[in-house]
């Protein structure tokens, strides 16, 4: 099933320094390290959604300890009559905020036509779940010189994620992380979005060299959970956070995209806190 | 959950000539209707793989009673190390095989940059179920004048769905065709790729206004079960059917892609025959 | 996966008569036959509620031309506080209904207790879902001589349906049937109660030499799409089918236990007629 | 869909004390109190295999920190022809076992005429996920005195394993404790037996007054994963912990059942040495 060979430039079997550890290629954003001995946290809104409430989120996030600023300005939704990101405006808005607080921008790109435009703003590209196998897609991505967060698609099996990272690994760029962020499951839609699947964390690190963070925002969906699925990604050994915020002073009808399961800074500064006292639990 | 306003150009609710019954909107691809009284079957090789095998498969189709040739030139692969398709090359063996046996040509188009290089060679453009939520990709086949074959997500949920083809319709495109192509299920893996889901499409066509294909070949896996699905899909109320084939002197193991899942052409004819006689079974 | 050696009494592997076909052995209940050319159909109540609504649906289902009666005195209800069946009144009413329609009674057991009791009413006894692996019931059915009607779990793979046959069969009761009753899928909440799973149907003939029947009824959940799922069924090479009914003149909401899913007596006499007439279909 | 009326008894829903707040009702079994301030382990073999090995594991058990001993005399098998558990010989065992350590023992009954049999013998019950719905177990096992210890059945939403436990709640018993032990989930297959599905933790003691425990061994399958599911879990808001073991010296293929998920007693003394340390992590 999982067949090394489909992935062989990020597997682990075959490369000396990887065996007997589950020591992670480092991927450097900006100043910050994913597959070190500390788990970078990316937080932010799940959409920018204007200028003031992306710089308010922005600066709690550098506030709560937060490494990387996350934030859609283009966003994949369900339904065409829904918010679907600012584009440019938006990725302007990112820029700012980097300039103000100093954290590196993660933002998503969908569209082939747009990697250009959009690794002009951002520090770090994430591929979506919608996007996991956009073939094209990730043979771009393959081809720039930008980070990558490959988030896992919402029913894909650990060797299709691996293959996909493979696809961009084959055009030369090896700075991906991987992200898991729930999947779909038949018994958990009276509770939660999706079902967090912290058994892959294990078995990617032992498949592969790429560091693998979690969303706890997209994998429980509800904002009270994510404290608790952000302390036990964790302790299974995941090697970073990607948690979407809002403002303080915000409530979650008030946004246009995920409220429901967006927390706030005070929350987030509690998870840093947590997560890097901590540290001994967990895998390294 | 499933809320019309998010489907509104393709619901069925609020259009009185679709009201009462389970008529479907129809689109003509060539001399072909979906949507009539009668099912067309689209029929050919899983992936283009040499112009000889091609041309035999689709002569073979033709005689055993299909109305279209599929054949995909690119083909989103799993593994980056599998065979890919042959690209511009197939898309002329296609036209070739069109010209000769007469059928239209269906092929998958996953890439926004090669939509339009594509049509030139394509009777009906098929969206695949990796792709069926790569937002740009629907908005951009919205605009052209091309029939759509929708593939639904492998855990796509019938909103999900739904919402994807409205994509395409406010580009103005509403010649839409569904198709359900199984769905993955935590029970099957031991006998079968994926799980037939035949429930959708009672419901899918309550829903909107576009008619409903199935795939036999992908919602099983295996050649022997497709004859039977294909006719329970009809049985089920599917307003078409799409099968693939190998050639009737070749095996499973020697085809590039898919072989497992490819019937003979005699099954094919006989898949046909069965369906044609048999058309006072299904929901019309 | 699928070691045969697990079920090796009802294996189609290592047994020369069943080889190279897929004859069934023929279980009969009465005058029916389960495994012949002809599949029985079984109809009923969900639960007896009454007396009156009971023998009323008997008449009906009879007329109509069902094969057997089948009705709930115990129900396995997911809720305490839910109606619980009417227990031996229940049996009584349903031995009744024999007596005016000649037609054999199928009922669920389980409790282990209770075998003996259920027996002396019953012609055939149903394993439901929820049961499908309580191996003490299994056993102690195993020992009994009557036909045995064994409903698949929820979320059974194919070798742990078939295992819990065997535990069966391991008693010297080789009297049993199989049911695919829909399987528990992410994707189908929406729009149905289950997922009809028909994949499941030929592999399971060809895994082991034991009628396979399906239950439309619970596996879509409404009313509707009981008739499609019904010739769905015997198109994919179902042996036999088991519907729920409720009389003529009542609704859905009037009966106490699974109304949305009940079809009235007229659809069900729709089935029998299409599905006798299009013997033709399907897999024998 | 969690309509509190159908597990009233034990909602959380209309009692006053435990509103605003997540404390549970405090269950004992022998000195050991589920719900307090610090998680019970629950540790032992997957079944009673011998004295010997029994006796070793139990000693190590509680060396190692465990709280109460595990253990299988009646084991739910799949496949009838694999090891059943020693029956009464295993009960004699386990109660030696207790002798010489002091640990409470858990183990399971499946039949409702062994209840009081096995209750001799056991400090606390285990329903297993099979028999999550088996009723009339429940009923039973609702009449006697014993603590229960109820798993979640592999495909059970949240509102089906609280009306499980509310069917043993109605017969007077309340000292029930709710055990999550992995989803069937289409994805995990290949590098895991089941997926843990930590999100369920909140809910079920939001809805609830009742402990919820982790089997970090069944919702991995892998004894490498089951150290970092455990701290998970406990990070989740697990309110204990129930782990399989094998002895020091063994290795996973020497036993009968289960071994690939079985830890060493080194390996459960850091779970527990982590878990008690770091009990400033979770929900409280």
Known sequence: MLDASHYRIIAREGKPEYQGNLEARRVRVGDVEFGGAVPPVIAGPCAVESREHTLAIAR???????????????????????????????????????????????????????????????????????????????????????????????????????????????????????????????????YARNTLDLNVILSARQSCILPVIVDPSHSTGVAEMVPLAAKAAIAAGAQGLIVEMIAEEMDACSVLCDGRQSIHPRVLEEIVREIRSGLAAGVR
């Not at 569209?111 to 897609?137: C, K, T, W």
Request: with cysteine; glycine share 10%.
């Open 60 to 190: 709690a996030a550098k506030a709560a300890g937060a490494d990387l600023l996350r934030g859609g300005a283009y966003k994949p939704r369900t339904s065409p009559y829904t918010f679907q990101g600012l584009g440019t405006e938006g990725l302007e808005i990112l820029a700012e905020a980097r300039e103000e607080t100093g954290l590196p921008v993660v933002t998503e790109v969908m569209d082939v036509r747009l990697i250009e435009h959009v690794s002009r703003y951002a520090d770090m590209l994430q591929i979506g779940s919608r996007n996991m196998q956009n073939f094209p897609l990730l043979t771009e991505v393959g081809k720039t010189r930008m980070p990558i967060l490959l988030k896992r698609g919402m029913a894909a099996s650990l060797s299709e994620w691996l293959c996909a990272a493979e696809y961009i690994a084959r055009g030369g760029n090896l700075d991906i992380v991987l992200c898991e962020r729930g999947v779909r499951c038949a018994v958990s839609r009276d």
